[in-house]
């Protein structure tokens, strides 16, 4: 069965640090491009980053200089670090890839809060 599965989320005060993982599961991601999306409630779904298969990533301003994506094709894992985190980073966060563009992993719960 294909899956992505993200973790790492949690509470965390403002200006803090958080590192997201999402691991594939069914496929092997090496040959594919990934993805980090989050939703806020009551918002659509925003593209935080992606990250090519190649290892080149490309980022929204909203995140740039903040958010760094990585992966690591030998453990099927993509990476989201981010800093310096604000109140408006609170969202679920999730994964995608260009295996499968309908694809969407169970999220993670990130909290932003003083």
């Known amino acids: 069965e294909v899956q992505l599965q993200a973790s790492g989320g949690g509470l965390v005060q403002p200006g803090g640090s958080l590192r997201l993982s999402c691991v594939a599961s069914?496929?092997?991601?090496?040959?594919?491009?990934m993805n980090w999306v989050r939703q806020a409630p009551g918002k659509e779904p925003e593209w935080v980053g992606s990250?090519?298969?190649?290892?080149?990533?490309h980022y929204p301003d909203i995140v740039k200089g903040r958010f760094t994506i990585s992966r690591d094709d030998a453990k099927n894992t993509v990476y989201l670090q981010m800093n310096r985190l604000t109140l408006e980073d609170t969202a679920v966060y999730y994964c995608?890839?260009?295996?499968?563009?309908?694809?969407r992993g169970q999220g993670t719960q990130v909290t932003v809060s003083s």
């Open positions: 069914g496929f092997a991601i090496g040959r594919y491009g």
């Open positions: 990250i090519s298969n190649s290892g080149g990533a």
């Open positions: 995608t890839t260009s295996y499968d563009s309908l694809l």
